[in-house]
């Protein structure tokens, strides 16, 4: 049976400073952005970001590629707490990475920017997160990015 997916919510997610480490001897540069709160939003899932619970630790490899590593809490509605561990890649033409490492607006048709999220949630409402495989799409802006949630059925 081939899968398919269906939207389940959308995150907002605002991060406050971009660090960056540097250039490590395998000619990978590290950072790490700490997450200051956000939204949830969707069908199957609402509620918010918990500020300071987290962050993405983004390596910047040699050509060009963005590999995300984040991770941080999620309130459900219903005061649930849940762990998000998101992983992702984020590729362009040389062109649109200079304006996006500018930190200017750039349309996400221009780069592919996809995730692929884990969940720890609790037993409960909510433990359909931790069962389910997911896969996103991220729309990076300045100070926050918007990631789609679908779910593989």
Known sequence: MDPTLEYVFQITVRFASR???GTLPSGIRRGYTPTSGGEI????LQGRVMPNSGGDFASWWPNGTVEFNAQYMLEASDGALIVI???GFRHA???VLKRM???EPVDP???YMRIAPVFEAPVGPHQWLSQTVFVGTADRRADHSIFRYFAVR
């Open 19 to 21: 660090n960056h480490v």
């Open 109 to 111: 048709t221009e780069y």
């Open 93 to 95: 033409s040389p062109d």
């Open 85 to 87: 561990k998101n992983r």
């Open 101 to 103: 490492e500018a930190l």
């Open 41 to 44: 939003a969707g069908p199957r």
